[in-house]
């Protein structure tokens, strides 16, 4: 299961939901724009202070980070691999 973290306004955010989307991958998007306790829970967690932040949900869970992450992975065909 896929999860990313977005605020409605991010084109980056945008940007990591298009890939996702091409590559049909099922996701879940939680927008965090105006819920900062949870953005302050997830910054914590993954040392990242932007957005989008895309996980990878499995019996281990996986951050894979942000846009920049998620294109170098969709570029080089690892993301796909990552998912399966």
Not at 6 to 30: D, G, V
Not at 37 to 62: A, C, M, R
């Amino acid at each position: 299961m896929i999860t990313i973290i977005t605020k409605w306004y991010c084109p980056f955010c945008h940007a990591a939901e298009r890939i996702l989307n091409k590559l049909e991958l099922e996701y879940t998007n939680i927008d965090i724009t105006l819920k900062p306790k949870l953005y302050k829970q997830v910054q914590e967690i993954t040392g990242s202070n932007t957005v989008p932040q895309v996980f990878i949900w499995d019996i281990h869970g996986k951050f894979l980070g942000g846009y920049t992450e998620i294109n170098e992975l969709y570029t080089s065909g690892e993301l796909e691999e990552l998912i399966k």
